[in-house]
C-alpha cells in the first residue's frame, strides 16, 4: 500500500469512498462478497489477505476535514462492533487526526525555527563584517583610529570607576625614516612594512591590549592594567624585534627600524592630555636619533 497509494476517487475501492465521502464504512464478511463487483485495488487486498473476514474504515479528520483513513481488520472471525464501539473508535480518530497535524505544525515551527537561527546567524557575520569594517584598518586588520578612541575613553572610564587601583598605559609607535623607504624601495614595499609591524605588534601584545593602526606609519598599543615599566618593558621588544626583521625587496633584504614613546596615565587628566604625553615621549625618541624607546610620566 505505500507504494501504491490511493486515488482520491470513489472509483479506486472502499477506503477511497470512505475518504472522499467523509464517512465510516463496514463489510462485516468479505468472505460473502468476494463473488460481487469491486475495485481492482479491493480485489487484490483480499486475494492477498487470503481469509479476510470484518472490515471497518474510519475517518481521521482534522475538525470536519478528512485526512486520513484507519482501518480495523480481522483476518479469522466476524467481529461486529456496536454503536459505542464505534463511536469510541471515531473519538480515537478526531484524536490522531489533532495529533498529526500538531505534530506537522511543530515541524513546521521547527523548520521556521531552524530558518530563523540561520537568518540570525548569518546576520551576526554580516553584522560582525560591518563592524571590522567600521573599526578596523583594510591594510593590516588592527583597529583604527576611531575604534582607538572610543576603546581608550571606555578604558579611562573604567580606569576612574574602578577607583584608581588598576594601571593603565599607552605606547604610541612610528617607523623610522618611512617617508626615504617608501621613495626608495616604493610604496608596496612601504605597506608590506607597516603590515609586517602591525603583525608584531598583534603577536607580541596581550589579549586585553587594542593595538590599533594610528595612522599612516604610526601605530598604537593600549595597555589596561600595566605600569610604565610593562610598557617600557613591551616597546623595548617591539623594537628589538623589529631590528631584527628583514624584508625580500627586490632580490635585496632591508631592514626598518621603529621608535616608541611610551606614557601611563595620570589619575584625573583627560584622555587629550594622556595622549599627548606619549606623542611627546615618541618626539623625544625620534629627536634622540631614533629606534630607541622614551617615557613620559
Given at each position: 500500500?505505500?507504494?501504491?497509494?490511493?486515488?482520491?476517487?470513489?472509483?479506486?475501492?472502499?477506503?477511497?469512498?470512505?475518504?472522499?465521502?467523509?464517512?465510516?464504512?463496514?463489510?462485516?464478511?468479505?468472505?460473502?462478497?468476494?463473488?460481487?463487483?469491486?475495485?481492482?485495488?479491493?480485489?487484490?487486498?483480499?486475494?492477498?489477505?487470503?481469509?479476510?473476514?470484518?472490515?471497518?474504515?474510519?475517518?481521521?479528520?482534522?475538525?470536519?476535514?478528512?485526512?486520513?483513513?484507519?482501518?480495523?481488520?480481522?483476518?479469522?472471525?466476524?467481529?461486529?462492533?456496536?454503536?459505542?464501539?464505534?463511536?469510541?473508535?471515531?473519538?480515537?480518530?478526531?484524536?490522531?487526526?489533532?495529533?498529526?497535524?500538531?505534530s506537522k505544525l511543530y515541524r513546521k515551527?521547527?523548520?521556521?525555527?531552524?530558518?530563523?537561527?540561520?537568518?540570525?546567524?548569518?546576520?551576526?557575520?554580516?553584522?560582525?563584517?560591518?563592524?571590522?569594517?567600521?573599526?578596523?584598518?583594510?591594510?593590516?586588520?588592527?583597529?583604527?583610529?576611531?575604534?582607538?578612541?572610543?576603546?581608550?575613553?571606555?578604558?579611562?572610564?573604567?580606569?576612574?570607576?574602578?577607583?584608581?587601583?588598576?594601571f593603565l598605559s599607552l605606547i604610541i609607535?612610528?617607523?623610522?625614516?618611512?617617508?626615504?623607504?617608501?621613495?626608495?624601495?616604493?610604496?608596496?614595499?612601504?605597506?608590506?612594512?607597516?603590515?609586517?609591524?602591525?603583525?608584531?605588534?598583534?603577536?607580541?601584545?596581550?589579549?586585553?591590549?587594542?593595538?590599533?593602526?594610528?595612522?599612516?606609519?604610526?601605530?598604537?598599543?593600549?595597555?589596561?592594567?600595566?605600569?610604565?615599566?610593562?610598557?617600557?618593558?613591551?616597546?623595548?621588544?617591539?623594537?628589538?624585534?623589529?631590528?631584527?626583521?628583514?624584508?625580500?625587496?627586490?632580490?635585496?633584504?632591508?631592514?626598518?627600524?621603529?621608535?616608541?614613546?611610551?606614557?601611563?596615565?595620570?589619575?584625573?587628566?583627560?584622555?587629550?592630555?594622556f595622549v599627548t604625553r606619549a606623542d611627546?615621549?615618541?618626539?623625544?625618541?625620534?629627536?634622540?636619533?631614533?629606534?630607541?624607546?622614551?617615557?613620559?610620566?
Open positions: 500500500y505505500k507504494d501504491n497509494p490511493y486515488e482520491i476517487s470513489t472509483s479506486d475501492g472502499a477506503t477511497s469512498v470512505c475518504f472522499v465521502q467523509n464517512t465510516r464504512l463496514a463489510v462485516l464478511d468479505a468472505m460473502e462478497i468476494l463473488n460481487l463487483p469491486m475495485s481492482e485495488r479491493d480485489r487484490g487486498a483480499l486475494e492477498l489477505m487470503k481469509t479476510p473476514r470484518t472490515f471497518y474504515f474510519f475517518v481521521i479528520r482534522r475538525g470536519q476535514k478528512p485526512i486520513g483513513v484507519l482501518w480495523l481488520i480481522s483476518m479469522t472471525k466476524v467481529i461486529e462492533l456496536n454503536l459505542n464501539e464505534q463511536m469510541t473508535i471515531e473519538q480515537t480518530c478526531n484524536f490522531i487526526g489533532t495529533a498529526i497535524f500538531n515551527v521547527e523548520l521556521q525555527s531552524r530558518d530563523i537561527e540561520m537568518l540570525n546567524k548569518e546576520l551576526a557575520k554580516k553584522i560582525e563584517i560591518l563592524d571590522d569594517m567600521a573599526h578596523k584598518d583594510s591594510l593590516t586588520g588592527l583597529y583604527n583610529f576611531g575604534f582607538f578612541r572610543e576603546e581608550l575613553n571606555r578604558l579611562i572610564h573604567e580606569y576612574n570607576r574602578c577607583r584608581k587601583q588598576q609607535i612610528d617607523i623610522d625614516h618611512f617617508k626615504n623607504f617608501n621613495d626608495t624601495y616604493g610604496h608596496v614595499s612601504g605597506n608590506t612594512a607597516i603590515c609586517r609591524t602591525a603583525d608584531i605588534l598583534f603577536e607580541m601584545s596581550r589579549k586585553m591590549d587594542v593595538a590599533c593602526r594610528y595612522g599612516g606609519e604610526e601605530f598604537s598599543i593600549i595597555l589596561p592594567k600595566c605600569d610604565i615599566q610593562g610598557a617600557m618593558h613591551l616597546g623595548e621588544r617591539l623594537r628589538s624585534r623589529i631590528e631584527s626583521e628583514k624584508l625580500e625587496i627586490d632580490g635585496k633584504s632591508v631592514s626598518f627600524t621603529i621608535s616608541v614613546g611610551c606614557a601611563q596615565f595620570i589619575p584625573d587628566e583627560d584622555m587629550s592630555s611627546q615621549a615618541l618626539y623625544r625618541a625620534k629627536a634622540g636619533g631614533r629606534n630607541r624607546v622614551e617615557f613620559d610620566v
